[in-house]
């Protein structure tokens, strides 16, 4: 009788010939009868699926799949993984992330000793051309504790602002719980737009406070790459987790604790407005406004007075002041704001092509 599965790993990768030998290495080695891996190659242009080919052959005991489709997006590449998994838990890893050793044998004690809905764990940041940024991010809730509160589980989550779709394991039974397919296409961030729907659904969660994998901070990345488009999806992403938080009948707290991040989302995208055109960043910032109003729970002024109080749960007090302050500046058009943010895009521009240039020349 073969053992039960406990976690699928899904791996979404996109001409990830350059990472992906890298990370199905860290993967592979701590797989058991318990694991399966499903790696969804999004049309790539390049050897990925044959690299991934190579891992599977040299691992026969492991259950290794590969999803070979025409290019969807990562939105539909999270939903096929979720279609073909069989695993009582969910875990997505990015091709260029490197999951840390021994990490899935602590994973499979914590489900054995708990059963919990969700599992939160730490992660690095990981500059490779940077490591002087190297730093390890770590959650906000009681370590090693089974947490059953549902505030407490919403209000950490987004008093931390990491709602990534890997940053927690979670049961399938939640993801199969909604509407399928759950990630929302054609849109950027379709993480931020579910994440929070999962944990609204979730009885309990266990914080493991050990580092998940190192997440690969790119010089140049889709998110680094502003667009208008990029700026409205950012605003409006929570947003889309809106409807079934009040179905849910979350908390005032944990509506205070959303307005807070949507307030951090928007003052981020408008920052990044400056780096488009004047005429279009000017059209966009007002549009930007609305968006922000309308996905916020309560007014902009009950918020930002609760972040300037400190009042809500916060993993930096000074930053919550200064994103407060500055969420007041853009609403009211700040000649002074605008100016500031001017220079300060241009020279953040200037230093990100520099590195580039840098890591172009060096690699000749």
Same mark, same amino acid.
């Given at each position: 009788?073969?053992?039960?599965?406990?976690?699928?790993?899904?791996?979404?990768?996109?001409?990830?010939?350059?990472?992906?030998?890298?990370?199905?290495?860290?993967?592979?080695?701590?797989?058991?009868?318990?694991?399966?891996?499903?790696?969804?190659?999004?049309?790539?242009?390049?050897?990925?699926?044959?690299?991934?080919?190579?891992?599977?052959?040299?691992?026969?005991?492991?259950?290794?799949?590969?999803?070979?489709?025409?290019?969807?997006?990562?939105?539909?590449?999270?939903?096929?993984?979720?279609?073909?998994?069989?695993?009582?838990?969910?875990?997505?890893?990015?091709?260029?992330?490197?999951?840390?050793?021994?990490?899935?044998?602590?994973?499979?004690?914590?489900?054995?000793?708990?059963?919990?809905?969700?599992?939160?764990?730490?992660?690095?940041?990981?500059?490779?051309?940077?490591?002087?940024?190297?730093?390890?991010?770590?959650?906000?809730?009681?370590?090693?504790?089974?947490?059953?509160?549902?505030?407490?589980?919403?209000?950490?989550?987004?008093?931390?602002?990491?709602?990534?779709?890997?940053?927690?394991?979670?049961?399938?039974?939640?993801?199969?719980?909604?509407?399928?397919? =759950?990630?929302? +296409?054609? *849109?950027?961030?379709?993480?931020? &737009?579910?994440?929070?729907?999962?944990? %609204?659904?979730?009885? !309990? @969660?266990?914080?493991?406070?050990?580092?998940?994998?190192?997440?690969?901070?790119?010089?140049?990345?889709?998110?680094?790459?502003?667009?208008?488009?990029?700026?409205?999806?950012?605003?409006?992403?929570?947003?889309?987790?809106?409807?079934?938080?009040?179905?849910?009948?979350?908390?005032?707290?944990?509506?205070?604790?959303?307005?807070?991040?949507?307030?951090?989302?928007?003052?981020?995208?408008?920052?990044?407005?400056?780096?488009?055109?004047?005429?279009?960043?000017?059209?966009?910032?007002?549009?930007?406004?609305?968006?922000?109003?309308?996905?916020?729970?309560?007014?902009?002024?009950?918020?930002?007075?609760?972040?300037?109080?400190?009042? =809500?749960?916060? +993993?930096? *007090?000074?930053?919550?002041?200064? &994103?407060?302050?500055?969420?007041?500046? %853009?609403?009211?058009? !700040? @000649?002074?704001?605008?100016?500031?943010?001017?220079?300060?895009?241009?020279?953040?521009?200037?230093?990100?092509?520099?590195?580039?240039?840098?890591?172009?020349?060096?690699?000749?």
């Amino acid at each position: 009788m073969s053992a039960p599965l406990t976690i699928s790993i899904i791996v979404p990768a996109y001409n990830a010939a350059g990472f992906i030998d890298d990370c199905l290495a860290r993967i592979v080695p701590q797989m058991t009868a318990a694991h399966e891996l499903i790696v969804i190659d999004d049309g790539s242009r390049d050897d990925t699926a044959a690299r991934v080919q190579a891992h599977a052959a040299a691992a026969p005991q492991c259950a290794l799949r590969l999803i070979r489709q025409a290019n969807q997006g990562l939105a539909q590449v999270r939903n096929v993984g979720l279609q073909q998994a069989r695993g009582d838990y969910i875990l997505f890893i990015d091709s260029d992330d490197l999951l840390q050793p021994g990490i899935l044998a602590r994973l499979d004690t914590v489900i054995a000793a708990h059963q919990p809905d969700a599992i939160a764990l730490d992660f690095s940041m990981w500059h490779p051309d940077r490591p002087d940024k190297n730093r390890v991010v770590r959650m906000g809730y009681a370590p090693a504790t089974l947490i059953t509160d549902a505030d407490t589980i919403l209000d950490v989550f987004f008093a931390d602002r990491h709602l990534y779709a890997w940053a927690r394991v979670i049961r399938r039974a939640i993801y199969a719980g909604f509407a399928q397919p =759950l990630y929302p +296409t054609h *849109r950027l961030f379709e993480d931020v &737009a579910v994440t929070p729907r999962l944990l %609204a659904r979730c009885r !309990s @969660l266990y914080y493991l406070p050990e580092q998940l994998l190192a997440y690969r901070q790119h010089p140049v990345s889709i998110t680094k790459s502003v667009s208008a488009d990029y700026c409205r999806d950012f605003t409006a992403a929570l947003g889309l987790s809106r409807p079934a938080l009040e179905q849910a009948g979350v908390s005032a707290s944990v509506r205070d604790h959303y307005d807070a991040v949507v307030s951090y989302f928007y003052i981020g995208a408008v920052k990044n407005s400056y780096q488009l055109p004047a005429a279009t960043g000017r059209a966009l910032r007002r549009e930007l406004k609305e968006i922000y109003r309308a996905t916020l729970f309560g007014t902009p002024d009950h918020v930002l007075t609760r972040m300037e109080q400190g009042s =809500l749960r916060s +993993t930096s *007090r000074r930053d919550d002041l200064r &994103a407060a302050r500055q969420v007041r500046q %853009a609403l009211a058009d !700040s @000649l002074v704001f605008r100016l500031k943010q001017t220079v300060s895009r241009k020279v953040k521009l200037w230093q990100r092509q520099a590195r580039v240039r840098a890591l172009h020349k060096s690699a000749r």
